[in-house]
């Protein structure tokens, strides 16, 4: 391996961009974190994307064989209550080509937890770190239900990631897969640093409804409702409700451990990168039952955050705007938002569930 | 000299009226605006001193323009170092044509560069490579090179390849940028940007015609090529004193006609080998050993197809108006010339058979007359109108169509097709310019001087040339056999492709596993070879709908060039569209290992025919051009009707059907204007762009050529003027 000799000058000067960078990357997700805040969270009392959700609860139990290695958190057949939370991302009609999600809280309390993961369809990301998050953001311009036309023209890992990541017209929120796609900490009773993606599936193995397969650019954008779909702008939550009601809903939690070694591809981090499932093998993490929904305002009033994890767990350190870790520190340092969402709902109350009229392909109550 | 042979006389004439380039350079001689502003009226010529310093100083402004940008481009220089790491993202795209025929056909191979460009405005490369086989490009780069502070602004670039120069005896290509895109640097976060596809016009098929011709969109500032600055300044020396001496007679015929006269204006031009031959032997241009030793080794360098029935017999054959739309003004009756040979090897006539309109009145298109050297006076008359009809057979068959037209559909599939093989190198140099000049024969001679000065109209020329190119393949072609000893054309043609065939060999010894490592290149050269090609001469036509002497016509001519361009009537074509493709394919298959091992000779063979069409074939007819069409009287482009009941079958003498005053100094204007290109040899290689280890071969026979009467310095490295 060719090495490198660096005189102490450039050694500080090294130094000296790395911590500009951090510099960077602190300005720019406080900023983030302020602007969602303040347009967004306080001003019009919303989410930044899932606000079309329901949330359940019910018991979580982690499985008596882990095959995984050992970690005082997913101790064996051990049990925790849990709040999860479906969401149909970002417009509030169920019908549309959305992405669908799930947030997971290994408690019953609507903020507090010692364990939050948040997932969405898809295996891969439609941004990969902090300046393509941005991008992505700045980028969207919907109109009528159609977005994103100028970020997929220019950005086709994008393209790759909206394509696995939809879903149009799924039968229910039970039936998808969802990955956190951005890899976590994992530390364990051994002491090996790891890296962690987890995935939720049903328990059983049902098949996954609404995956398109045949895309068009244009396709992708024009995310509006099929002409003469009879299904309504809350099908999925009505569906979820009822199928809680008669039988519950069972889901598995897996892992996907990669071991950190110093010489890995940064790569590794990246959400847009599949890690090969030959020799990165998903292990079921635990099974939890949702036993009964919430209403509204209390599914509204749920919400998730990735500090809300055990430290050997947590999010995995970031460097500048560039790096993959990126994501994952600025959804770190975007506190301010939730809360201010909290105290927008104490101010001006909370808003209104979405109703069942024909005022479809909307992102916002306001439409 | 007391008693002058015919020989000595020649070759004295030969030496004397051998054209020479020399720069006069005196400042304010006039000068031609440029040349393609060439006219067949008034060319524009500034004479005006005012003008002629305006001019000098726009060219001094054009220097300054040049030195500046070269100025710049010494201070900000673009360094090959890529500055890269750990590639992490990339600039993604596909490049296709612009026309609207082929907006999805990719352009291979294009090089493709992405800049950044510093605060301080210095040039830093973070990526480049190549589009590939189906136009896509992926430029692997660092993120953070891209997205670094002192970087103020990221640019696309892609580069198309200009031509081929040799440094060392190493060829080189010139790449010219030709797309800039910027890239706004905020635009890159990493993974993967998309530059969506971008749609170039580079080297063009035109879309108004059947003949595979390059777009050309403006020949001053939208054209795929451009003239190389040496050969235009050649070029403006050589040819305006002919442009102020055509310029004068034309002000003279339309102010005051009765002042000029034919011989006035023949007088004007420089002396031709003919002129300077009857000056010193009269007659002599006019007998029959003068025109079976033309006919042989002059311009027309004539195809002697042996007679049926006696093989010690030959014919040449000039085919005439036949069914292609024509004026009534000019005659251009099939000639059909019957040749013995005498001992010394030379042609001797015996028989002319004349088939056609051959005056104003009697209009009957088969009708013909035979004329043997007993016929006296009327063997004349005969004699030149066979002269004529091959001048004009010559120049429009074999000269345009054969070469000019022939080597243009190399060219634009070279220029489209060739970037990283080496075969760019083989080709270029030789292909290089042929467009433009053919651009500008469109103009000059078929939109204008041809359909004036002969007996075919405008579509008739385009017929004829559609027709005639349906003949010319590279498919088992050879060059003539020799009759005789004195058959030197011949001689020399063998020579030279022998000399060529051996150059190619050597090139692709030199160049082999990189020509097959780029056989895709190859491949889609051979697919715009064959698919823009026209289709096989008269493949197309309804025989039942012929006349038996139509059919009679179209069978002599079908057996006569085949003869003559060596066409290989049993090698295997292809059909696209419905039409029998004249260009035989090189290749079917994409890559190297999948091709038959005689793919591999066909590519030696057809690179072979190229730039034997392009350099030796095309010199031979342009630069004796001047010998054998450089007296109006002796031989033209056409003999008009007259208005008498003996039409063209009449002496020089009666110049009511030889060619009028204008179409007179016109013509002398071109044939010299053709003749006196003078620039782009390949011994001289002026532009350094000829293989050294070509003009070393060449140069290494010269004596060998020098017997035939070939100089090999005035052998031109490619399709000239």
Redesign the interface.
């Known amino acids: 391996m060719n090495t490198k000799k660096v005189s102490l000058l450039q050694a500080i000067w090294i130094w000296l961009g790395e911590q500009t960078d951090k510099i960077i990357l602190w300005i720019y997700a406080m900023f983030f974190a302020l602007m969602i805040a303040v347009f967004v969270s306080f001003k019009t009392r919303q989410r930044m994307s899932h606000n079309n959700g329901i949330a359940g609860e019910g018991w979580l139990k982690i499985v008596d064989a882990p095959e995984f290695p050992e970690h005082p958190f997913f101790e064996k057949g051990k049990q925790y209550p849990v709040r999860i939370r479906h969401a149909s991302a970002t417009y509030l009609d169920d019908a549309m080509n959305c992405i669908r999600s799930i947030s997971i809280k290994f408690s019953h309390h609507h903020w507090h937890s010692p364990f939050d993961i948040e997932m969405n369809t898809g295996a891969q990301s439609l941004f990969w770190n902090a300046v393509s998050f941005l991008k992505f953001g700045s980028m969207r311009k919907e109109q009528y239900g159609i977005e994103y036309v100028e970020y997929l023209r220019r950005y086709p890992d994008g393209v790759d990631g909206t394509k696995g990541a939809v879903r149009r017209d799924p039968t229910s929120f039970h039936n998808l897969h969802y990955y956190s796609k951005t890899p976590f900490l994992f530390l364990g009773t051994d002491g090996i640093k790891r890296y962690a993606k987890y995935r939720v599936l049903p328990l059983e193995n049902e098949e996954q409804t609404g995956v398109e397969h045949r895309f068009s650019e244009f396709d992708l954008c024009n995310q509006r409702v099929l002409p003469f779909d009879p299904r309504g702008r809350n099908y999925l939550k009505y569906e979820y409700e009822d199928r809680v009601k008669k039988q519950g809903a069972k889901y598995r939690l897996q892992i996907q451990l990669h071991t950190a070694s110093d010489d890995d591809d940064p790569e590794v981090f990246n959400n847009m990168v599949l890690w090969d499932e030959r020799s990165h093998p998903w292990h079921d993490v635990a099974h939890f039952h949702i036993e009964k929904t919430l209403d509204w305002k209390q599914s509204t009033m749920t919400t998730f955050s990735v500090n809300n994890m055990p430290k050997t767990l947590g999010v995995l350190p970031a460097k500048s705007i560039y790096d993959y870790n990126s994501l994952n520190y600025l959804r770190a340092h975007s506190e301010i938002a939730r809360k201010a969402r909290m105290l927008s709902y104490k101010v001006f109350g909370m808003v209104p569930p979405i109703p069942d009229n024909d005022n479809r392909n909307v992102s916002g109550w306001g439409e | 000299m007391e008693n002058p042979t015919p020989e000595s006389v020649c070759e004295e004439c030969l030496k004397k009226t051998k054209i020479h380039y020399r720069e006069d350079g005196r400042f304010f001689m006039p000068r031609l605006l440029s040349i393609n502003h060439l006219q067949l009226g008034n060319s524009k010529i500034l004479h005006n001193p005012l003008v002629l310093i305006v001019e000098w100083l726009y060219r001094q402004y054009k220097h300054l323009r040049d030195a500046w940008k070269r100025f710049i481009a010494w201070l900000f220089p673009r360094p090959t170092k890529v500055w890269c790491h750990?590639a992490?993202s990339a600039l993604?795209g596909q490049i296709h044509y612009a026309d609207r025929d082929n907006l999805n056909t990719p352009i291979h191979n294009l090089r493709v560069e992405f800049w950044g460009r510093t605060r301080w405005l210095q040039w830093r490369k973070l990526a480049d490579g190549y589009s590939d086989d189906e136009g896509k490009f992926s430029l692997q780069f660092e993120?953070?090179e891209a997205?670094n502070w002192k970087i103020y602004k990221t640019q696309f670039e892609v580069y198309q390849t200009t031509h081929v120069y040799f440094e060392s005896e190493k060829p080189k290509v010139a790449l010219e940028c030709c797309y800039v895109e910027q890239v706004p640097v905020?635009?890159l976060?990493?993974?993967?940007?998309?530059l969506?596809t971008i749609h170039l016009h580079l080297w063009e098929y035109r879309r108004d015609t059947p003949v595979p011709r390059t777009e050309i969109k403006n020949v001053d500032n939208d054209s795929p090529q451009y003239y190389a600055q040496g050969r235009l300044d050649a070029l403006f020396e050589q040819i305006t004193p002919l442009e102020v001496t055509k310029a004068k007679h034309l002000l003279q015929i339309e102010q005051a006609p009765e002042t000029i006269s034919l011989a006035q204006i023949q007088s004007d031009y420089p002396e031709n080998l003919t002129v300077c031959i009857e000056r010193k032997l009269p007659g002599y241009t006019r007998s029959d050993e003068w025109f079976g030793r033309r006919m042989m080794n002059g311009m027309n360098r004539g195809t002697f197809l042996p007679d049926k029935e006696n093989h010690n017999m030959f014919w040449v054959k000039y085919f005439g108006v036949c069914n292609y739309e024509h004026n009534d003004e000019y005659a251009l009756p099939t000639v059909e010339i019957k040749f013995a040979l005498k001992e010394n090897g030379l042609p001797t006539p015996t028989e002319i058979h004349i088939t056609g309109q051959t005056n104003a009145f009697d209009k009957n298109p088969w009708q013909k007359k035979v004329f043997t050297p007993a016929n006296g006076e009327e063997w004349l008359y005969a004699k030149r109108i066979a002269r004529v009809n091959g001048a004009f057979s010559t120049e429009v068959d074999e000269h345009f169509t054969g070469t000019h037209l022939n080597t243009e559909q190399y060219a634009i599939a070279a220029y489209r097709n060739f970037r990283r093989s080496p075969l760019a190198c083989l080709l270029f140099p030789h292909l290089k310019e042929v467009a433009l000049v053919n651009h500008s024969a469109d103009t000059l001679l078929i939109h204008g001087y041809i359909p004036s000065a002969t007996a075919l109209t405008e579509n008739g020329l385009h017929q004829r040339c559609y027709e005639l190119l349906g003949m010319q393949d590279w498919k088992n072609w050879k060059p003539m056999k020799p009759l005789s000893e004195a058959h030197t054309c011949a001689k020399a043609e063998k020579m030279f492709w022998d000399l060529t065939i051996d150059y190619v060999e050597k090139f692709f010894a030199e160049n082999l596993e990189e020509i097959k490592h780029h056989w895709i290149e190859v491949y889609r050269f051979s697919q715009d070879l064959v698919n823009h090609a026209v289709p096989v001469f008269l493949s197309s036509i309804d025989w039942g709908k012929l006349s038996p002497e139509e059919k009679q016509l179209a069978n002599d001519r079908i057996e006569y060039y085949t003869y003559q361009y060596s066409f290989d009537t049993s090698a295997k074509r292809e059909t696209v569209n419905g039409e029998l493709k004249v260009v035989s394919p090189i290749t079917t298959s994409r890559t190297f290992e999948e091709s038959p091992p005689e793919d591999m000779q066909n590519l030696k063979h057809v690179c072979a025919y190229a730039i034997m069409m392009a350099t030796y074939m095309h010199t031979w007819i342009n630069e004796h051009q001047y010998d054998d069409l450089g007296e109006v009287l002796y031989s033209s482009g056409g003999l008009r009707y007259g208005n008498k009941e003996r039409g063209i079958l009449a002496p020089e003498s009666d110049l009511s059907i030889s060619p009028d005053l204008t179409r007179s100094t016109q013509m002398l204007w071109f044939t010299n204007f053709l003749s006196r290109t003078e620039y782009g040899f390949i011994t001289k290689n002026e532009e350094g762009d000829v293989n050294p280890l070509f003009s070393k071969m060449l140069l290494d026979r010269k004596e060998e050529f020098a017997k035939l009467g070939v100089d090999v310095n005035a052998i031109e490295s490619r399709t000239n003027i």
């Not at chain 2, 976060?189 to 998309?194: F, I, K, L, S």
């Open positions: 750990h992490d993604v993120l953070r997205r905020s635009n976060t990493g993974m993967r940007y998309n969506r």
